[in-house]
């Protein structure tokens, strides 16, 4: 029989933690319950969960300082935050560091769950892509491994965020194939809301920093003006669009 998703629910109001444990072992997830944030952390550190659903106004570590420090982490956990700061700030703010996907209290719980699942099948996609395109890209002195989740820019190990991993590997699996800031949220973020692209501009901002030698002219990841972005097969030639 498979082992069921593991699922932590980090949330300090009692009725909607029960909530949201009766619902998500209803689809058959194996569900663990902290009520605060120095709990929550101290789980998240001990186990290997397939998903996270994260209030952010927590006692103890606050539900921020959670995400940054999971998207620190080796292991790739998919986070929803909850949280009634509903304001576009806070939405953002934890999207760039790094949750998958923000739900306003209140909020239905079957939309949560709905939001789990399509979560984890996004994750077990990726995870099967990995295992086809095993082999290493190599473009224009940038390698990547996707089974290591590790990348090298002219011989130099490159320090990425998981977010900025995938980003990277999205780009250079479709070479000087322009995508907007819409599409790639959901490529690679896996949704589409209007109004987060501003996230998608601060990880490219990020990734050039770190593979560009140059990145206020970059040469690898490129604007297309009024189109979005892309990667060029090969490396543009010096003064170009940033």
Not at 90 to 107: M, N, Q, S, T, V
Not at 140 to 167: C, K, M, N, Q, W
């Amino acid at each position: 029989m498979d082992t069921p998703r593991r699922v932590l629910i980090v949330e300090d109001d009692a009725h909607i933690a029960e909530l949201l444990r009766l619902h998500l072992r209803d689809e058959g997830y194996a569900v663990e319950h902290a009520a605060d944030g120095n709990v929550g952390m101290r789980l998240l550190e001990e186990g290997n969960w397939d998903a996270l659903v994260l209030d952010l106004m927590l006692p103890g570590i606050d539900g921020l300082e959670i995400c940054k420090r999971a998207r620190a982490m080796a292991r790739y956990t998919p986070i929803i935050i909850t949280s009634a700061r509903s304001s576009e700030v806070h939405r953002i703010l934890g999207l760039e560091l790094g949750a998958d996907d923000y739900l306003a209290k209140p909020f239905s719980m079957l939309e949560l769950v709905a939001r789990v699942r399509a979560l984890l099948r996004r994750s077990e996609a990726l995870e099967r892509n990995a295992r086809l395109d095993a082999g290493s890209l190599v473009l224009h002195g940038l390698s990547i491994d996707p089974v290591a989740r590790t990348a090298e820019v002219d011989g130099r190990r490159l320090e990425l965020t998981p977010r900025e991993f995938d980003l990277l590997h999205f780009f250079a699996r479709h070479p000087d194939k322009v995508f907007s800031r819409l599409d790639l949220l959901n490529q690679v973020w896996g949704y589409r809301h209007e109004g987060y692209e501003h996230t998608v501009n601060t990880h490219i901002n990020r990734l050039r920093a770190k593979i560009e030698a140059d990145s206020s002219n970059p040469r690898r990841i490129l604007t297309v003006w009024g189109r979005g972005y892309k990667f060029a097969a090969a490396p543009a030639a010096a003064g170009g669009a940033p």
